[in-house]
């Protein structure tokens, strides 16, 4: 089965460019989650869905960023105007069930972005 | 404000040697759970601990969760160079099971 697909994996951009990361959940998963991973601040939770909905965009670190997903099998995370201190590892993650006890959790290979 | 403090930060060993890796909060968890993360790859779990004074066992590696839910350790008998990598607690407040991440673990095992 395919795991949680990401694009691109390698991005270098110049600073004030737009910058759009993709994902592809695992299918069925109906929760799907965006993290950012830096050395500084570690892998911070950004953004997550449930059945496509925005449920907490709290660590969405201001306006520059938005998050949509159209469908069950697709996301985007956009940074418009992106800005060096956003180079980070950018990860997707999606889950199927809520359990009483713990998501079990798939993350994507990563968005490695630079902005220069 | 980091809710899960995890300790030590870098750990170089070498092969043979056993380890042991904490993860400590002030708030209390519904579950948490390890993660180990490789280069260029993304974070992939261990184990889900969820009862308070739980231990479970994966081969050398062996995780605790504190009686009051709020710490973990793992511990890894006998490390490996392929055990080589960063570990990760997370923790997760709510049934609906959102995760809150430690700061990880660099563990590197030399042959």
């Known amino acids: 089965d395919a795991g949680v697909i990401q694009s691109p994996r390698h991005e270098v951009t110049e600073m004030g460019q737009e910058v759009t990361l993709r994902c592809k959940p695992i299918?069925?998963?109906?929760?799907l989650f965006w993290y950012r991973q830096t050395m500084m601040r570690g892998l911070e939770l950004l953004i997550y869905f449930n059945n496509n909905v925005p449920i907490d965009d709290s660590g969405m670190p201001e306006d520059r960023f938005s998050a949509k997903m159209p469908n069950a099998s697709f996301s985007t995370l956009k940074i418009q105007p992106s800005e060096p201190r956003d180079s980070a590892v950018y990860f997707c993650?999606?889950?199927?069930?809520?359990?009483?006890?713990?998501?079990?959790?798939?993350f994507g290979e990563g968005s490695w972005l630079t902005v220069v | 404000t980091q809710l899960l403090e995890q300790s030590p930060q870098f750990l170089s060993i070498q092969e043979g040697e056993n380890l042991t890796v904490y993860c400590n909060s002030s708030?209390?968890?519904?579950?948490l759970q390890w993660y180990r993360q490789e280069p260029g790859e993304g974070p992939v779990l261990l184990v889900t601990v969820v009862t308070g004074g739980e231990v479970k066992k994966l081969k050398r590696l062996t995780f605790q969760f504190g009686d009051a839910r709020k710490d973990s350790s793992l511990h890894i008998t006998a490390a490996q160079p392929g055990d080589t990598g960063l570990y990760l607690c997370?923790?997760?407040?709510?049934?609906?099971?959102?995760?809150?991440f430690g700061q990880g673990t660099i563990l590197t095992v030399h042959p």
């Open positions: 997370a923790g997760a407040r709510a049934s609906y099971g959102k995760l809150t």
């Open positions: 993650a999606s889950s199927f069930v809520v359990w009483r006890s713990g998501n079990t959790i798939y």
């Open positions: 299918s069925g998963h109906d929760y």
């Open positions: 708030s209390v968890f519904s579950s």
